[in-house]
């Protein structure tokens, strides 16, 4: 009986123990780009026995190990709760081969080891050239392509010999959807597209491809530039005259602003103002204002001349009489005229006869009077005045309308 007893714990402790097992993690994929690599898998959380969370270890090894007996395994992640982990920090060689592993845990239960081959060179994906730039070269198209990039910023054609580029391009006027692509495949980074028309546009998108596993990488964004040409003589009749425009208007536009502000200065503020006597009549002194009355259509424009003298200043001219004998009945006097003239008449120069001026009239005065005529008119033709203009000033006339 007691060996009955120990038979039937025995089989309830095996059972305990297949109940208890934790399910193993399902669909290990890689999602992986040049040298990025992500395991992930599939968790089903209702197949959890125990209510407690569960973690998962990610691990890796050199397929060529797994012949030996001591199995020494890189363990990448460990009591993760996500259904991932990532690869590309654990420095797989591109080339080499690899054996992944993936296990859960709960409870102090593991699951078994769930194992994944990964080789890189032929299961990573290629990714597209990281640039593609445009520039056009006469009537054709300069292409210049950047290889794809790895984790750490470096060619992948480090990894990739063989890698090369497939390029398409089409005529955006003739074919706007790119249903018909012309196709050039190089493995240089810079492509001259050849046979295109001058003055037209063309689409371009390049793809990276490796044929020894049959990889091939997505399409870049389609990149558009218009090729050059010969000037035309129409486009050089166009620039010049633009240009000439543009130069009027720079000499127009200051010279026009420049003559309006004179105008406007003039009007408003005259260098000659007019004489008190004009502004009187076209300011409005009754209300004590300086601005200038505005004509209004009632008012009557009346115009007349008006004649401006000059200041005259009187000349003076002293001419001495010319020496004539004295009468005779005045002789007596000579001796008294001579000290006179010695002693007080040198300013004026003009000699006093008293009276014998009724003398000199009735014998001969006339004769004296015409030569101090002649003398005054000889002085003034020297001063380059004609006789008998001294006392008229330079007159002009201004039209003055009040």
Known sequence: MNVGFALVL???????????????????????????????????????????????????????????????????????????????????????????????????????????????????????PSRVELAPVGNLLDVTISDPLTSTQGSMKEHVLSLYYHILYWNLSDDPRGLKPNVVNSNNNLVTLPELEAWTWYCVMVQSRYDYYNKTSGYTAPQCMQTEGDTQWRQIFLYFLVSLVVCFLLVLLPYTFFRFYRVLKHTFYPTIQLPAYIQEYLCDSSLGSEMPILLTPESELCCDNLSVYAEVVPLEIHIAPPFTAPPSGLQHDSSRHSRQGSEGSGDSGVYSTEGGSGQQGSSGGGEPIRRDKEVEKVKLEEMGEEPGDEGVPDEGVVDVCV
């Not at 992986?32 to 959380?45: A, F, V």
């Not at 030996?68 to 591109?94: A, M, P, Q």
């Open 10 to 128: 025995l089989w309830s402790l095996l059972i305990t123990n297949v109940l208890a097992e934790l399910p193993v993690p399902q669909n290990l994929t890689l999602l992986t780009l040049n040298t990025e690599y992500l395991l992930t898998w599939d968790w089903d959380r209702d197949q959890t026995t125990t209510g407690n969370t569960v973690t998962f270890t990610a691990e890796y090894m050199g397929k060529y190990k797994m012949q030996r007996k001591k199995k020494n395994w890189s363990r990448v992640c460990e009591r993760t709760i996500h259904t991932h982990c990532n690869f590309t920090g654990s420095d797989l060689h591109y080339l080499g081969m690899y054996v992944l592993r993936v296990r859960a845990s709960a409870d102090g239960l593991n699951s078994d080891w769930v194992l994944k081959d990964f080789c890189p060179d032929k299961d990573a994906a290629l990714g597209p």
